[in-house]
Each structure stands twice: as C-alpha cells, then as structure tokens.
C-alpha cells in the first residue's frame, strides 16, 4: 500500500547536494594574492579566468619538469583548509571534455608565501601536468591508489598520489589551462575519514494539546473511531483506531486535516486551522450509513489536466481504504470532476474524470478490496463545486472524487 502510495504522491520532493556558488572570477583571481578561498567540499564555477592575472608567479621552466607547469597560461589560484585529519582526495571535473586542466598544491601556512612561491622558496607537494584523458571525463586530481606525488607533462595518470593532512591546515591550489578554456569545473574534496556532522541543537517549541472527541451524530453517545490526521508531522499521516478521545501533544500553529470513521457510519474529514491556544478541542459527529449518502473527498486533489493525485491526498486515500474495510458490505461509485469553467462537458472532460475515478478505484483494487463493491464513473464539468472559480483553490476543489453509497 505504501508504495502505491507513494506512486500517487507526485509532488514529493528529494533532497540535492549543495555547492559553494561562488561569484564571477576576476584576473585578480588569477594572481596568488587573489586566491579564492573554498569554504566548501564541493565548489564549481563557470567563469574561468582568462591570462595569468597581473602577475606571472610560475615562468621559466622546462617542459619535463614534475613539479612546476612550465608557465602560467590560463590561471586561477584556490585556497582551503581541511577540516578533519584525513587522507585527502579530490576531483577537478571540467564541464567540457576537450579542456585540458593541470594543477599544482602548496603547503599554505608559509608567511609570505606569494612572493615566495614566485621566486621558487616555495616547492609544490603536488602536481599534475598530464594530457587530459577523455575516457575519464578529463578529470584529474588526488587518488588513493595514485603512487606518484608529481605527474609530469604528456601522456600520464591523470590523478597524482593523495596527502595525509591535519585538521585545519591550510592549502594553496593552482588550476591552469594551457588553452583557452571552454567551460567551467567542479573541485571536489574528499575526507577519509570525513569530518563529524555539525551538532544539531534542538530548538525547543512551543506546544499545543489537542483532543479529539468523536460522538454518535443521533444519540450524541461517544463512539469508538478511527483516525487520520495529515499535518501534526511533517510528510506523515497519522493513524490511530479504537478510542472515543483521542489526546496529542504538537507544535503551534498546525493546519490539520482529521479524517474520522466507524463501522456502520459514514466517514467524514475536520479541517483545523493552525493557531497559537494552548487547548485545541475537536469534536467530531459521525452520521449512520445510508444509501444514496454521498461524501465529497475535497482534498483528492489532481495535478491539473492529469490524473496524478498530490501528496496532500494520501489521508483522504487511507480513510476511504479504511471506511471500506470497517464496512465490508458497504458498496460505493467512485465519481470524478474536473475543472472546466465556461466550457461544454466535451468529451476530454469525460475521459479525464473517469481517468480520475478510475486512479482512485484501482487504489482501492491495489488495497484488496472487492472489486464487485466498487464502480466509478466521470461526470466532466457538469457538477463543478465553483462554476467561475476565482483563485487556484477553488479551481482545485473542482478537480475532486465524491463517493456515493450505493448499498449497505
């Protein structure tokens, strides 16, 4: 049921990983005194420095050499700091193939370092200076299983040897282009072990208590029910059977929406607006069965021109199912509406509600309820709550299922 569920539920969101966005770089950022410090595992950029910046800090060395480019080209200088003692890997990703990227690290915690690497005080403590390989994506950078520190010019690994570092130390990188570059990149560092996650401090709420008291509609008696309530957490229908009165602690200011029922009673949902009382009462009348009831599920809500139900569905789905199974007599027609304000009930209406009915009576189907309790039909526009609806919502609530109880 679950999974069915969630193949209804098309609105429901995955997380991404998040990026340092940096700003356009400038030539300053292609001079040692203009590196950008990453704050980040992850930085990408898609403005590469065009030149050497002001300063040509590398020059003057042989096209053999390990260590050092033979000059600065196309040039863009990085800083960081480690956050955790680790063995550090990273990857420069370029984003188009043909760009062909080399790089070199300096120790960072050096005074003066600049100047000092622009007269050769300072030496690298790694480099990378081969062809790009495309069957790579053309990425390069520091690997665990690399057995060299420096890869010299041509054809060569494309990663160099990673470092064993500390907590906190500070690092210089220099990425250079031998050619124009093409696009941008991606650097992305890697900590082994990684660092712990941030302590999390609980921020302490406010709460609300609130109960529920569901009665007999005739007799006014208290009346064992089953619950569904959609809003007290995040992204989870709450469900609870048996009780009269139910009793919960939640935070301030919760929009709900309570779906109630028993067998040998029509089901029915509460809507509660959030507000800030301490004491939040509900109380909930449940009417008998009869043939001929209908209840109208306003909150089955359709992505428009389609017969994907949203997220906001999923306790309307589970109270119906729920009806059903407490009443295993009852049978009902599954009606679909659409929304089509000032047009004919055309026939693309028609298709599409009873599509939309038809999402709902396969749910019920999926769920294992007896398909000879079951019918549904589409009714188009002809019975459209709001005729000239004036906002979104009420063009929504046009797009809806009512059920009718057919027998008992």
């Given at each position: 049921m679950n999974r069915f569920l969630l193949s209804l539920a098309a609105a429901i969101l995955l997380k991404a990983a998040w990026a340092q966005a940096p700003a356009r770089n400038t030539q300053d950022?292609?001079?040692?005194?203009?590196?950008?410090?990453?704050?980040?595992?992850?930085?990408?950029?898609?403005?590469?420095?065009?030149?050497?910046?002001?300063?040509?800090?590398?020059?003057?060395?042989?096209?053999?050499?390990?260590?050092?480019?033979?000059?600065?080209?196309?040039?863009?200088?990085?800083?960081?700091?480690?956050?955790?003692?680790?063995?550090?890997?990273?990857?420069?990703?370029?984003?188009?193939?043909?760009?062909?990227?080399?790089?070199?690290?300096?120790?960072?915690?050096?005074?003066g370092i600049c100047d000092k690497i622009a007269t050769k005080q300072v030496e690298p403590i790694r480099s990378n200076i081969s062809r790009n390989d495309p069957s790579l994506g053309s990425r390069c950078g520091l690997s665990k299983d690399a057995p060299e520190d420096f890869v010299r010019s041509g054809v060569g690994a494309s990663y160099s040897r990673s470092m064993e570092v500390e907590a906190g130390q500070l690092f210089y990188l220099v990425i250079d282009h031998q050619d124009p570059p093409r696009g941008g990149y991606e650097i992305r560092f890697h900590y082994d072990p990684p660092p712990p996650p941030p302590p999390v401090e609980e921020e302490k709420k406010e709460q609300q208590h609130l109960v529920i008291n569901i009665t007999d509609a005739k007799t006014g008696k208290p009346l064992g029910a089953t619950l569904t309530i959609d809003g007290m957490q995040f992204d989870k229908v709450i469900e609870a059977k048996g009780k009269s009165t139910y009793e919960y602690d939640m935070d301030m200011y919760r929009n709900l929406k309570i779906g109630c029922t028993n067998?040998?009673?029509?089901?029915?949902?509460?809507?509660?607006?959030?507000?800030?009382?301490?004491?939040?009462?509900?109380?909930?009348?449940?009417?008998?069965?009869?043939?001929?009831?209908?209840?109208?599920?306003?909150?089955?809500?359709?992505?428009?021109?389609?017969?994907?139900?949203?997220?906001?569905?999923?306790?309307?789905?589970?109270?119906?199912?729920?009806?059903?199974?407490?009443?295993?007599?009852?049978?009902?027609?599954?009606?679909?509406?659409?929304?089509?304000?000032?047009?004919?009930?055309?026939?693309?209406?028609?298709?599409?509600?009873?599509?939309?009915?038809?999402?709902?009576?396969?749910?019920?189907?999926?769920?294992?309820?007896?398909?000879?309790?079951?019918?549904?039909?589409?009714?188009?526009?002809?019975q459209m709550i709001y005729p000239e609806p004036k906002n979104k919502e009420q063009s929504e609530a046009n797009r809806r299922v009512e059920v009718k109880v057919l027998g008992t």
């Amino acid at each position: 049921m679950n999974r069915f569920l969630l193949s209804l539920a098309a609105a429901i969101l995955l997380k991404a990983a998040w990026a340092q966005a940096p700003a356009r770089n400038t030539q300053d950022n292609g001079d040692c005194t203009g590196a950008i410090f990453i704050t980040d595992s992850v930085y990408r950029t898609e403005h590469t420095v065009r030149g050497f910046g002001n300063k040509l800090e590398i020059k003057e060395n042989s096209s053999d050499h390990k260590q050092w480019f033979e000059r600065e080209h196309h040039t863009t200088w990085y800083k960081f700091r480690v956050p955790v003692k680790c063995n550090l890997t990273m990857d420069i990703t370029p984003v188009n193939t043909t760009d062909d990227i080399d790089f070199i690290i300096f120790e960072g915690a050096i005074p003066g370092i600049c100047d000092k690497i622009a007269t050769k005080q300072v030496e690298p403590i790694r480099s990378n200076i081969s062809r790009n390989d495309p069957s790579l994506g053309s990425r390069c950078g520091l690997s665990k299983d690399a057995p060299e520190d420096f890869v010299r010019s041509g054809v060569g690994a494309s990663y160099s040897r990673s470092m064993e570092v500390e907590a906190g130390q500070l690092f210089y990188l220099v990425i250079d282009h031998q050619d124009p570059p093409r696009g941008g990149y991606e650097i992305r560092f890697h900590y082994d072990p990684p660092p712990p996650p941030p302590p999390v401090e609980e921020e302490k709420k406010e709460q609300q208590h609130l109960v529920i008291n569901i009665t007999d509609a005739k007799t006014g008696k208290p009346l064992g029910a089953t619950l569904t309530i959609d809003g007290m957490q995040f992204d989870k229908v709450i469900e609870a059977k048996g009780k009269s009165t139910y009793e919960y602690d939640m935070d301030m200011y919760r929009n709900l929406k309570i779906g109630c029922t028993n067998k040998g009673y029509m089901f029915t949902t509460v809507r509660v607006k959030g507000n800030t009382e301490k004491l939040v009462t509900v109380d909930i009348q449940l009417a008998p069965i009869s043939p001929g009831e209908k209840v109208v599920l306003d909150d089955i809500r359709f992505v428009g021109n389609e017969d994907k139900v949203m997220r906001q569905s999923e306790a309307s789905l589970l109270l119906l199912l729920r009806f059903m199974q407490e009443n295993p007599k009852v049978k009902i027609e599954v009606q679909g509406h659409v929304n089509g304000p000032t047009f004919k009930n055309k026939k693309e209406f028609i298709d599409l509600s009873t599509s939309r009915a038809k999402t709902v009576y396969d749910f019920l189907l999926v769920n294992d309820i007896d398909p000879e309790r079951i019918s549904y039909q589409g009714l188009g526009n002809s019975q459209m709550i709001y005729p000239e609806p004036k906002n979104k919502e009420q063009s929504e609530a046009n797009r809806r299922v009512e059920v009718k109880v057919l027998g008992t």
